[in-house]
């Protein structure tokens, strides 16, 4: 079931920019803004007149995320695990630092509107912390991104789904069409397309 997400209002603004000036790199820089507006590169933020206004908050498909997992009829309150795709992760949903982006900011003499962006603070452990919150007890999140190279790790990550304590799962769409075995998990979540529509066909069968 495909569900419509209200965009904030940031990222609003900054999808609207780049889609009228489509400067290079546009559509990469656009699928950013859509997902987590703090990877959006800050020379867009600045032309769009959002530098320095975004935050963890500005993404609604993690407001939405966070809504969903913490219900009280949703999959952890039910016991029940969840594998959350998302073909963004390689960019840096589930890293810490981007230097590149840090030079970025640097380079324009914005180095604490940087540190403001509280990217240390990955996907994974929003949602730790939105679960602990609701429900008062530590989980464990599992990530596959694109740190995490050997078969046999990846297979690790995902065996561990049927374990106690162990809420969910993090992973590249990508990854997810692999010959990976899901199916401890009842609930899944694609935070975006593939580009390859057949990718998210392959994870999904999962």
Not at 126 to 148: C, M, P
Not at 178 to 204: C, G, I, M, N, R
Request: hydrophobic letters at 35%; one cysteine or more; glycine letters at 10%.
């Amino acid at each position: 079931e495909n569900q419509l997400v209200e965009l904030t209002a940031e990222q609003k603004i900054i999808y609207e920019h780049l889609e009228q000036h489509r400067p290079r790199g546009w559509l990469m820089q656009a699928r950013k803004a859509l997902l987590d507006p703090r990877l959006v590169d800050p020379e867009v933020l600045k032309r769009a007149g959002v530098l320095g206004k975004i935050g963890i908050d500005s993404s609604g498909k993690y407001k939405v995320l966070e809504e969903l997992l913490t219900d009280d009829n949703g999959p952890v309150a039910r016991g029940e695990k969840f594998v959350i795709f998302s073909s963004m992760l390689r960019e840096g949903v589930t890293q810490k630092g981007h230097e590149y982006l840090r030079e970025r900011y640097q380079k324009m003499g914005e180095g604490k509107l940087y540190e403001r962006l509280q990217l240390d603070k990955t996907l994974d452990e929003i949602i730790k912390e939105a679960l602990k919150k609701k429900f008062g007890r530590e989980f464990e999140i599992g990530v596959i991104d694109g740190t995490i190279l050997g078969t046999d790790e990846r297979e690790d990550i995902v065996d561990r789904l049927s374990e106690d304590g162990v809420a969910g799962l993090l992973c590249t769409t990508k990854t997810g069409g692999e010959s990976l075995d899901f199916t401890a998990a009842s609930y899944v979540v694609f935070l975006d397309e593939d580009y390859s529509p057949k990718t998210s066909e392959q994870a999904l069968s999962r």
